[in-house]
Each structure stands twice: as C-alpha cells, then as structure tokens.
C-alpha cells in the first residue's frame, strides 16, 4: 500500500481556514462544476469524480458547524470509524476498487465473475511479483464431502512475444509521458468513508506505469504499445475432499503477466453454502432423527437419511432391547461425518432425535384410549395432596409469550400507588 496523506479540506475548496459560511458554499458550487465528471473527458473522468466526491464531502464538513469545529480541532480522524469517530456509514467498496483495480486488463470466464488484474507493463517501481487475484468460489456440502474438480475458461493478460515486451517497433524511441512527467506514478483523491478523504500515489493509466510513451508509428502492430496481450486458457480448478470453509486454492502464476515480472496468483476462498439437512462443525456432522412417538416407544429398523454421497443411513433399533428414545436425545454414528484431509478417516455423525407425537383427536373413543393406558406404563404414584386444591384451565401457549403478561406493574416500568398519601419514606437514623 502505498504512503496515503490527509487531504486538507480547505486546500480542497481552494479556500482559507477562515473562510466565513458564503465562501465555503461559492468554492463548493466552483469546484463541483469544474471536477463534474460529465464537464471532462473520457479519459479524465474517473479522477474527476473523486474530485467530484472530495469537494462534496468537504462542503459537508466546512458547512456545518459542529462538524467544522470538529475538523478544526481534530482533522479528519474526528470522523474515521476506525478512531472513533465517523459519521455513519461505512466506505465505499465499489470507489475503492475502483481506485485500486481502474484501468487495468480483465480476466474472464471466473465461476460468478472474475474482476480485471491487468498491470504497469515494464517501468519504474514494478514489484518482483505482480498483484495477485482472490476470488469466493461458494461449494456445496457435497462437494466437500466428495471433492470436486471443475475447468474454466480463463482470459489474462501475457507479455507480447513480437516486441517482447517492449511496446514498440525494433528501434522505437520513446519519450516521457506528459501527465506523470516519467514517474510512472501520480497523486489521486480517494474517498473512502463519509467524510474522509485520502490522497495515494497510484501507476499512471496513460503510460500504464511505466513513465514512458512510445509514438503511435513506432508502437508495436500486435499490442499497440501496450506490451501485453489477451490469451485465452483453460484452468483447473481441484477442491479435495473434506476442504473447508475459508480454505484457499491457490492457482499460482495464473494471474496477468507484466515485462520484466512475475505473475500473480489466482485464489480462490471456499465459502461453504448452507445445507438443508446436515450441519457442519469441523469434520462432524449434525443432522435432526425424526421418528414417531410409536417408534420412539418401540423401536424401529429403517433408512432414516439420505447421506451426502447418496449413501442411505440405516437404523436399527430393536424392541427386544426395550431402548425408548427421548425427545433431544443425541445418538453417534462413529465415522459416518465429514472426511478428513489427506487421510481415509472421517468424524462422526450425530442425530438428535425429535418425537412427532400424534395429532388431537387420534383416539376414536374410550376403548382405544384403555388400551394404550394398558400398554403403557402406569403413571408414578401423586405425592401426598395439599389440603387445599384447586382444578384450574388451561390454553395452548408458545414460550414466546413468558413474561409477556400484565403481572406486577413494578416488575418493570413505571408504575402509581393508588394510595397518594402513603408514598415510601426513607428511613432516618
């Protein structure tokens, strides 16, 4: 990252620090039109509009007073987020990127869309290593569980071959480039928050960083000057088994290629969709046993899941053993969770049991309802009754609903006594 300076928000305006409320508003009118970005050209447009953006969010600080008092007392970190301050909101990714990837070579065919990473061909500064490409590949469970290859038609950036990445013509003479003046280099604004402004060095888009112009005659016929060209290539992309969220794939030398450097990588971040059945903890799984209250009382032997391979998990659970399964119950199936990498073995799988008991009215009549008394196990013994007993109705209610109730007004809130006179005295010794 490069060295980034507070932007003076009156060298903005083009104004003194002792500018009254008039002058602030006539040098923001000013300088909004003439940073408009539809009043430039095409070239000096993305500039303009951070510009543009910088004067308006000046106007908003200088313009008002507390916030002007604030910016005089503190600078600009009085409204950084990141110190504390801020006026609400968050940066502008979309302005960052912008800033950070403008101008620069695409690179498509990505699963859900790749951003550009093309680059300062040859010149001044150039990094041993060029800027890396990082991308989220979202993946199903299943495709962890099992692993996935996937190819991708990939287009980057590669150095041209027929003036080696050069730009220019055998001979070609190139001269300096007028709006960096050779570095290669140039200050921009940029905005990255409500109310803060920031100035950065960034590659020049006119030479493409590298501080020189070849004339149109002598540019290269096959890049025209540019030094590099699209190519088109497959990639393949491998996920191994039992990959995880936040894993990284990392594609190296894929990315665009520049003069006199060595490619970037392309890196994928695995990002794990949700799944309707299993839930994932490290290289466990989770997942809900329903069954019916039937079956909770007297066993069972039958396929209770489908698993992430197709695989059918049986249960069995026989009756001879007497084995009642209860409401939240947790049974553990050694072996059966998520693989683990580069390894055979595997976690486990846990099945927390849930009862769907019967709807109301699933005894017919007084019979039916004998029988199941008689199968059943018969209630414990009532402990010793009260003297006093009182035979009380009920109503279906959800848990939500605790504590909802009207109750105690002096459980919460305000509250009177009906009594004026008989308000709480302090005690005194």
Known sequence: MNDVDEVDLYEVLGITSGASKVEIKKAYHKAALSHHPDKVAVEEREEAEVRFKAAKQAYEILSDDDKRHLYDTHGMSAFDPSKGGGMGGEPDIDDIFAQMFGGMGGMGGFPGGMPGMGGMPGGRNVPRKGRSVEQEYEVTLEELYKGKTTKFSNTKNVVCQTCKGSGGKQGAKSHNCSQCHGRGQKAVLRQVGPGLVTQETVPCG????????????????????????????????????????????????????????????????????????FERAGADLRAELKISLVEALTGFNRVVLTHLDGRGIQLNISQEEGKVLCPGQVLKIPGEGMPLKRSDAKGNLYLVVEVVFPKDGWLKNEAALKKVRDALPPPEKEDKRPDEVDEVHFEDAEMDDFGAGSGDPRAGGEWEDDDEEATPQCATQ
């Open 206 to 277: 006119t030479c493409s960083g590298s501080g020189q112009i070849i004339p149109e005659k002598q540019r290269c016929k096959k890049c025209k000057g540019k030094k590099v060209v699209e190519s088109k290539n497959v990639l393949e992309l491998y996920i191994p088994r039992g990959a995880r969220e936040g894993d990284r794939i990392v594609l190296a030398g894929e990315a665009d290629q520049l003069p006199d450097q060595e490619p970037g990588d392309i890196i994928f971040t695995l990002s794990e969709a949700a799944h309707e059945t």
